[in-house]
């Protein structure tokens, strides 16, 4: 795991933009991993300003979602997949047909999980894989107590991604669906690269038990530490808990890989 303090949150979903981008240009036929949430939104306005400047080419890429709510149609505008449609797959020149989330109105859910984990193994895994964390340190839907192995399966909210989700629906936490469909941590795990990205003051507790402490169902981003190629980019007000802040600096700093970053 590498640790990437940016000054602020723009800086942070810059850097991520970015390294999505130069993976995009080395292989056009990428496999990304997306997320959903305001922190990726910032990432998306990125990736299609690229598209519209610089001539980024989503064309032939194709994607994966680590979730959806269960019940939600796709054209419900509470689901990821209209979320998705909004603030990316509208904005580049990606083929609908290639950008995949699990179907949380399908009528065998158990089905539509299993059809999900084989649809990314045939396209040959997920290539970099983005995530954020969540407010008790899940990723995806993966809630506390999930195992490190689970697969795309069916999952019960907790009451506080329940009440972190409200201000998203008009209705408020009653309006927020009680289930979902998500990756597993062991799904996550098998992407070739991860970048996770986390902003705010809100999000340096957890950040630092996900980061430095350890690894645990009770907060499964702590599961990252386990992956052999994981990138987690924070702003400054989400590193203010971390213990290692210098040394991760100075990584940054002194790396080769990040010098054609730093010369920007």
């Known amino acids: 795991m590498e640790v990437i303090i940016q000054p602020t949150a723009e800086k942070a979903a810059e850097l991520v ?3 999505i981008a130069k993976r995009l240009l080395e292989k056009p036929t990428l496999v990304l991993g997306l997320a959903t949430g305001r922190t990726m939104e910032q990432v998306y306005g990125y990736l299609a300003g690229m598209h519209q400047r610089e001539r980024l080419d989503f064309s032939l890429c194709r994607t994966f979602n680590l979730d959806e709510y269960v019940g939600l149609a796709p054209e419900d505008s509470h689901s990821y997949r209209y979320y998705m449609n909004q603030h990316l ?3 580049v020149n990606i083929d609908r047909r290639n950008t ?4 949380g109105a399908a009528r065998d859910l158990a089905a539509e999980c299993r059809h999900y984990e084989e649809m990314i193994h045939d396209c040959g895994g997920i290539d970099v894989q983005l995530l954020g964390i969540g407010a008790d340190g899940h990723i995806g839907f993966n809630e506390p107590l999930s195992a490190l192995r689970s697969r795309t399966r069916e999952k019960a909210l907790t009451p506080a991604t329940i009440r972190q989700n409200a201000a998203l629906f008009r209705g408020g936490a009653k309006a927020v669906p009680r289930r979902a469909l998500t990756m597993g941590i062991g799904t996550i795990l098998d992407a070739s690269h991860i970048l996770t990205l986390v902003t705010g003051a809100e999000k340096a507790a957890i950040l ?4 430095e402490g350890p690894i645990t169902s009770m907060v499964t981003a702590s599961a990252l530490q386990l992956h052999p190629d994981c990138k987690v980019i924070v702003d400054e007000a989400a590193a203010k808990r971390l213990r290692g802040r210098a040394y991760y600096r100075w990584i940054f700093q002194n790396e080769p890989e990040w010098q054609e970053f730093l010369q920007r």
């Open 208 to 211: 630092a038990k996900a980061v």
């Open 17 to 19: 933009a970015r390294l």
């Open 100 to 103: 995949h989330l699990p179907n």
């Open 89 to 91: 797959f509208s904005r």
